[in-house]
Nanobody, 121 residues
Framework: QVQLVESGGGLVQAGGSLRLSCAAS????????MGWYRQAPGKQRELVAT???????NYADSVKGRFTISRDNAKNTVYLQMNSLNPEDTAVYYC???????????????WGQGTQVTVSS
């Protein structure tokens, strides 16, 4: 069973920082691209950042220069360092991973349960 578990969310004042972690566990052959998405109340889920297995990164324009995505392949973990947070960053943040269960199978997208990030003004 593949499972993604996020941690690190919480309440922070504007201008503060948080570090989110997402660890993948269970039986799988390979993790390809991993990413972070967020969904604010009443809004559609949006891409925050992605990182490939080779550590190539991509960021939404709204978080460039403030957020940093990274991964530790040995630990099957992806991180999101969030600096200079503002109230517009308030959302539930979801971890995503494109996982190959076996060498002969196709990849599937897996999602974490989400972690709440609240930024107060």
């Amino acid at each position: 069973q593949v499972q993604l578990v996020e941690s690190g969310g919480g309440l922070v004042q504007a201008g503060g920082s948080l570090r989110l972690s997402c660890a993948a566990s269970g039986g799988f052959f390979k993790i390809n691209t991993m990413g972070w998405y967020r969904q604010a109340p009443g809004k559609q889920r949006e891409l925050v950042a992605t990182i490939t297995s080779g550590s190539t990164t991509n960021y939404a324009d709204s978080v460039k220069g403030r957020f940093t995505i990274s991964r530790d392949n040995a630990k099957n973990t992806v991180y999101l360092q969030m600096n200079s947070l503002n109230p517009e960053d308030t959302a539930v943040y979801y971890c995503n991973a494109d996982i190959l269960r076996s060498s002969w199978a196709r990849t599937y997208a897996y999602w974490g349960q989400g972690t709440q990030v609240t930024v107060s003004s």
